[in-house]
């Protein structure tokens, strides 16, 4: 019968995918037979016209290739704006029924199946399909709780997610902090003994946050503000991570300064601005974002050419721009998923996650 490891969590974006690709990563390469399942999908974008969870195909693609649909390892797909009204509630049972037979399908013969958990343990509560209502259907009795606050404010959380789980007799099986600031690491090993581990919860592994991984690229800044790349000969540019973003509204003096201490930024200006704009080429830029949808000196576009940085033009003004760039969830790459394994194995407490 094989085991589940169920990873939820109270918050979102804790990097539930990234743990799923680094537990599968290790078992698979110990010779386990391991499958992986996602019980309710999230599709992008806000309507329901997409109907699969681009996470989900990204690891069947990849880590866990199996001949099984995309429909028994993802049974349930709900796009979240407006889900109460697509999803009824009425139907709990009828939608039970799917993900029971799509989890025991994925699961024979296998030794591990790894559930990733929805965004958070409170979600689609309303119809049913929350984490603790579904592991509860599936016979298990135990979730693993992904923390990734980097401050005190994670202890409350975790206390409070265990309280929620004895409320609906539930328990923890373990914490595993994740995406942690390099400065918060060595408090959380200072609070492990009398503020986790003296109320029963275990520490299975504390992840420090990798900027690399959470990087997006620049053709996904470049969809995510409806851009328009102008210099073609610089499209190879567009993997380029973009880790930070500068707005370059200042005179080019005084943002040498800000320049000089970023490291692969996607910097904002506007197209007419040629003297930040060639500043900017002079450092460690991914790429340019000119807003506005003005047009740059052709001196420019010969300089990002050389260097091979892309310049997006931007139809909306740069307050629109960043808003749009801050709702950006970078997408998973093939080439990042060595470096998530390497990262994940080097930081958990095996014999606790697996026994």
């Known amino acids: 019968m094989a085991k589940p490891i169920f990873l939820s969590s109270l918050t979102e974006r804790v990097g539930k995918t990234l743990l799923t690709i680094g537990i599968l990563k ?20 806000t309507g329901f016209s997409s109907k699969r969870d681009p996470d989900v195909g990204f690891i069947k693609n990849t ?29 709990k049972e009828a939608y039970w029924t799917k993900i029971k037979d799509a989890y025991n399908t994925v699961s024979e013969g296998m030794d591990y199946v790894i559930i990733e958990g929805n965004p958070t343990i409170v979600n689609f509560a309303r119809v049913g399909l929350d984490d603790v209502t579904i592991a509860q259907q599936l016979g298990i009795e135990e979730l693993v709780l992904i923390v990734s606050d980097s401050t005190d404010f994670s202890i409350d959380n975790l206390f409070f997610t265990d309280k929620y789980f004895q409320f609906r007799k539930f328990r923890i ?23 986790i581990n003296r109320y029963g ?7 420090e946050k990798s900027i690399e991984l959470l990087s997006a690229r620049v053709s996904e800044v470049q ?18 991570p973009v880790e930070t973003y500068l707005i370059g509204a200042m005179n080019t003096q005084a943002a040498l300064k800000y320049l000089r201490q ?35 000196d052709l001196s420019v576009i010969t300089a990002a050419n050389e260097k091979s940085i892309p310049i997006i033009l931007s139809p ?11 709702k950006l969830k970078p997408g998973l790459q093939e080439d990042d998923i060595e470096n998530i394994a390497e990262l994940i194995e080097k930081q958990i407490n095996w014999d606790e996650l697996l026994k």
Not at 27 to 44: D, N, R, T
Not at 269 to 293: E, K, N, P, Y
Request: include cysteine.
């Open 26 to 45: 290790k078992l698979i390469k110990e010779g386990k037979k391991v499958a992986y399942f996602k019980h309710v999908g999230i599709p992008k974008g």
């Open 63 to 91: 880590v866990s290739k199996t001949f099984h649909p995309h429909e028994i390892i993802c049974p349930i797909t709900i796009a979240p704006n407006y889900y109460i009204d697509n999803i009824d509630s009425n139907k």
């Open 173 to 195: 099986k373990g914490l595993i902090f994740n995406l942690i600031e390099y400065e918060y690491i060595a408090r959380i090993k200072e609070l492990e003994d009398d503020h």
């Open 201 to 207: 919860l275990k520490v299975m592994g504390i992840i």
């Open 223 to 240: 969809a995510a503000i409806g851009g328009e790349l102008i210099n073609e000969a610089a499209a190879g540019g567009l993997e380029n």
């Open 262 to 296: 970023v490291k692969r930024a996607a910097i904002i200006t506007g197209g007419d601005r040629t003297d930040m704009a060639m500043a900017a080429l002079d450092q460690d830029v991914s790429c340019l974002i000119l807003t506005g949808f003005i047009q740059p």
């Open 316 to 326: 909306s003004d740069t307050y629109t721009t960043i808003r749009n760039m801050e």
